[in-house]
Structures are given as C-alpha cells and as structure tokens.
C-alpha cells in the first residue's frame, strides 16, 4: 500500500511545527528560527519529504484559512481604547511609523529592484511594518531591557500587526482590482471590495455579539467554537462573493468583536490563541517548505543590501520621527531602533498574497514573497543574537528582576499586593476571576484576567521586571501547579505557594518548593485576620541574632511575612529563618496581642505605614 503524499505532508508539517514551538520555548528564542529551519530541511530542497505541490489548490486554501484566523485573532486583540492609553511613542509608532516604514521601504524595494514596479513595491513596504508578538515577546524576556522600553516594544508589536495586516490588504486589493479591470475601472471596484469588507465583517461581528449576549442561544462551552466557525464562515462568504476579499473582512470582523466586547471575550481570545498557535507551526512549515532556495539565492547582493537598508536606515528613522520630543535617551532611541524582527504574520501574509497574485496572472508575487522572506530572516538573524549585547553596551538593560507575580487577586493578594508596591516593588496580579481583578484594579494595582495554568497567558505577561512567584489563590492544586508551571522562568527558589489548611504536610525528600511564610500561617489564617483588624507593617531589624521564630516567641502579636536587605532585595522568610541587623521587615500585625505593642527590637521605619484592612 502506498502512502498518501497529501496526508504524509499535512502529518508531517503537524508534527513538526509542534516539536519547533516546544524547541523555541526551551530554547527562549523566536518560534520562527526553528519553524524556517524545519520547514527548509523537510522541503523539497533537502530531504523532499514535505512536499506543498502535493496539496495543490488546498496549498491556497490552508494558507487563506490559516491567514483568515490569524488577522481574525489578531483584530480581535487591537482595542480602540489601546490607542488611547499605550503613550504618545506607541501611538507613533503604530500611526506615523507605519508610514514611515512603509514608504521608505517601499522606495527601497524600487530603487534596488527596478523591474519590481510601483505597485508591487509598495505592496512589498506595507509586508514590512509589522513585527509581531510572536517574535518580540521571547526576545524580550530573553534580554530583559528597561521597563519602558519593553512596554513599547511589545506595545508596538501588539497595536501594528493588524495595522500593518490590513493595510497589507487594502494594496492587494488596489492591484488585483487594476490587474482585473485596468486603470479606469479600478477605483470603483476597489471601494466596492473594501465596502464588502466593512458591511460584511460589521454586519457578522454584530451578529455574533448578539447571539453571544443572548444566554439560552448559544451555551458558554460553544462559544469559542461559534466564534471560530464564524470567523472562517465570514472569510468563505466574503470569497464566494468578491474573490480575494476575505482577508479585509475578517480583520474588520475581529476588530469590530473587539470593540463590542461581549461576554466571555477574554476566554474567547484565549482559545483563538492556541489554535493560532496551531496552524501558525503547521503553514510556517509548509511556507519554509515551499520557499525557494534558488529564489532567495537570486536576490543575491541586492537582497541583502534591501536588508541592510532596512535594518540600518528605515528602522532608525522611524524611531527617531516617532520619539522626536519624548523623554526617551538618545542610548535608548539606538535600542528601539535596533529591536524589529519581522515574524510569522509577515510571512503568511506575503505567501498568501503571492498565491493569490499568481492566480491573476502576476508574477512579481513570487519576487516580494522571497523579499519579504529575506527581510524575516535577515531581521531575525541579526536582531536576536546581538540584542542583549547591544543592549549592555548601551547601557539599557534591567539590572536584576525585583517584581512579584501575585498568583490570585482576592483579598489576601490584594493586600499582599498593596504592601509590596508601596515598598516599591513591581507586582502584577492574576486572576480567572473578572470582579477580584477589578478590585485590584481600583486598588491601584498591575491586575490582569487570565488562568495562570495556561502556558500561552504566561507568554503574554509582561515578566520583565518580574523575578518571584507567589501563589495565594484558595485552591491549593491550582497554586502547587502555577510554581510547577513558573519555576523554570523564576527559578526553584524564587516560586512558592501558600500554604491551605488541606495542604499536605511537607516531605523532606520532596522536591516541592517551600510553603510561602512556612506552616506558620496558612491561607485562611491571613485571609480571616485580614478581615478583622490586623494590618500589615513594616519595621527595621536593631537586634544581632535574630531569627523569624524568636521575634514570634518574643512578641505573639508579630508574625514576619517578608524581609528586605540593605540592598532593598526581597526575600520570604521560612519558619525559621535568620533577621539580620538592618533588614526591613514586612509583618502581619495583631493590635490585639499583649505584648504587641511593646516590641522594642524593631524600629517603625517610612516603609512601615500600615495598610488598610482587606475586605
């Protein structure tokens, strides 16, 4: 019996697109070095054994759904209200930086390719505006720079994948409708395409938040299903009815859901995400698979000076035209303008648009595709192994990760939350739980929705500046699996979970980090004290020889939670560790005890005001 090359290959591609994210993920870099790698050795050009001409036109029709999905989840993402609130250099970024990239890239690609044309070179400039969280998040968390810096550069990312998307979309369909109709007839078939796309993808995001909002239509376990089926439904109709429309009418359709925000959302994109994950690895594959070699190789010196001009002199000048007035150094301009590694939307997009320009008879679809793939790899290639060393040249990089990740934002979180920020340390909360968040939220805190169980939410938090977990949720399997789950980002040392009054009892051979404050005060104990009237204080260590359990011996009203040294360095504190002269200490206070207040071996330092009891 022979093998079915079609399935051999979709098989093939599947598997390896998987094992690539799970390499990326150990590895910490860009999921698209290992898929490219992959894709090129499994392809016709080395072991032949994925072969994309098998699939024949459902080659068109994989890449066209996956692309769909892709700008469906990424419109999804993009919030109007991100605009407002992402800071002026964002905002810049994404507006006037798109331009900026998009018209000298665009004039790059016209001056070295001379036989390219206008249109197929400014097609080639809006391919190259967007980045993409998918290469910038690992690159970030493997270089760590400063906070600010990180904001916008995943800000950016963020915000202009779907712009650059759609403005990639709106080209296309400018030259397929001149390539269809010629000059005269192109700007009224254009407005119409663009006008399906609006009253399509408006008209079905509408409808989907109807049926969403409506409770007995649609059950809350097939809403990320409806979602999905809704997406490819409106990116088939949209095709069925003008060709090469789809992609414009999904994106508007993801944007649109967005903005509408119905219920379960956040669920919603969460799941969109993995199964973008998903065909994410399985067409990359298949796209590597297909590119050719010998197309790459003649673009020769050209290719590479497209890069260079790219890297050197389009990216620099966009930054400084969108930071022109910030508080921005000019050592952190020469960051930003080094980090825009071009990823996977890019190449989707590219390969898509050189099928469809194939179809209608255009060959200069094959010769972007291979430019845009030149830049995704020269930008990659270059980027990422330098960018920590850059960055410590130029003196930008995080010293060291002080922050806290607050596992469970109820109230013994929050107010954990609320004392380490006013001791001035970075903390972030997360929640599954929407109304524990907004409270945090109103506190004045870092707070986020998501499972802290799900990989895929771990890779879009901001961990930057954060270095130690603390798991207070009341579910002590849920917090026993977050430090599983965070320990190789954190370090064994720098994960714990609190401690439940189900918990089971510490083995010395466990492997299992240590309870947060040890067995000496459980969940539930800070949870009901904190709803009575203890507080949480702070106090500076004047006593040689000390530890955690003579100060609670000595003083029953005191119970020391966590330590700072003269450094400000944070540290929990074990059942029985050692207080060092100097070190300020966070401690549960109990008004109440009879020899609380009389405890003269701390000193009430301006760290010490006291929070607010948690409600």
Not at 269 to 282: A, P, W
């Amino acid at each position: 019996m022979t093998a079915d090359p079609v399935l051999a290959t979709v098989a093939l591609t599947v598997a390896a697109g998987t094992a690539c994210q799970a390499i990326a993920r150990w590895m910490k870099v860009p999921a698209i070095l290992p898929l490219l790698i992959a894709g090129v050795v499994l392809g016709p050009d080395v072991l032949d054994l994925v072969r994309p001409d098998e699939l024949g036109e459902g080659k068109r029709v994989l890449v066209g759904l996956a692309v769909a999905v892709i700008l469906f989840e990424g419109g999804l993402s993009l919030k109007a209200e991100a605009f407002r609130y992402s800071g002026t250099v964002i905002r810049n970024l994404v507006t006037l930086g798109s331009l900026v990239t998009w018209a000298l890239s665009a004039l790059a690609a016209y001056l070295l390719f001379p036989g390219l044309g206008i249109g197929a070179s400014v097609l080639f400039g809006s391919l190259v505006i967007v980045t993409g969280p998918t290469v910038i998040q690992p690159l970030l968390k493997a270089v760590r720079p400063r906070r600010r810096l990180a904001d916008i550069l995943r800000g950016e990312a963020i915000l202009i994948d779907p712009v650059g998307a759609l403005c990639a979309v709106l080209v296309l369909e400018f030259l397929l409708e001149a390539a269809l109709h010629g000059t005269t007839g192109v700007v009224l078939a254009f407005l119409g395409r663009v006008l399906l796309g609006v009253v399509l993808g408006g008209g079905g995001a509408f409808v989907v938040d109807r049926l969403i909002r409506q409770r007995d239509w649609i059950p809350r376990d097939l809403r990320n299903l409806f979602v999905l089926s809704s997406a490819i439904g409106l990116y088939s109709a949209s095709e069925l009815i003008a060709s090469e429309s789809g992609v414009l009418t999904v994106t508007l359709a993801g944007f649109l859901l967005g903005w509408l925000h119905p219920p379960g959302i956040d669920e919603i994109e969460e799941f969109k995400g993995h199964i973008t994950v998903l065909m994410v690895s399985m067409v990359f594959v298949i796209l590597s698979a297909d590119l050719s070699l010998s197309g790459m190789h003649e673009l020769g010196w050209v290719g590479l000076t497209l890069v260079a001009v790219i890297v050197f002199l389009v990216r620099p000048a966009t930054i400084f035209a969108c930071t022109r007035g910030s508080e921005l150094s000019l050592r952190e301009k020469l960051f930003l303008s080094w980090i825009a590694p071009r990823g996977i939307v890019a190449a989707a997009v590219s390969s898509l648009f050189a099928l469809l320009m194939e179809r209608h008879g255009m060959a200069e679809g094959r010769v972007v595709m291979s430019m845009t793939f030149a830049v995704i790899v020269g930008t990659v290639m270059i980027q990422a192994p330098t960018a920590r060393l850059v960055g410590r040249r130029l003196g930008v990089l995080e010293e060291k990760r002080s922050g806290v990740l607050i596992v469970g934002a109820n109230s013994v979180g929050r107010a954990l939350g609320r004392k380490l920020v006013r001791a001035s340390v970075p903390v972030l909360l997360l929640d599954t739980n929407r109304w524990n968040v907004e409270r945090a939220q109103n506190d004045g805190l870092d707070a986020r929705v998501g499972n802290a169980l799900d990989e895929l939410v771990m890779r879009t938090l901001d961990l930057d500046v954060i270095g130690r977990l603390m798991a207070v949720t009341s579910n002590d399997s849920v917090n026993r699996v977050a430090v599983q789950i965070y320990e190789r980002e954190f370090g064994p040392q720098n994960v714990h979970a609190i401690r439940l009054a189900d918990s089971p009892e510490p083995d010395e051979e466990s492997e299992d980090a240590p309870y947060l404050f040890g067995e000496r005060l459980s969940w539930e104990d800070l949870f009901q004290k904190l709803g009575a009237d203890h507080t949480l204080e702070s106090a500076a260590i004047e006593e040689r020889n000390t530890s955690v359990s003579d100060l609670m011996q000595r003083y029953p009203g005191v119970v020391p939670l966590f330590a700072f040294d003269e450094e400000d360095e944070l540290r929990t504190l074990s059942d029985d560790a050692p207080l060092r002269i100097g070190e300020s200490v966070i401690y549960l206070h109990d008004p109440n005890a009879e020899d609380a207040e009389s405890a003269t071996a701390a000193k009430t330092e301006p760290r010490a005001e006291a929070d607010a009891p948690a409600s």
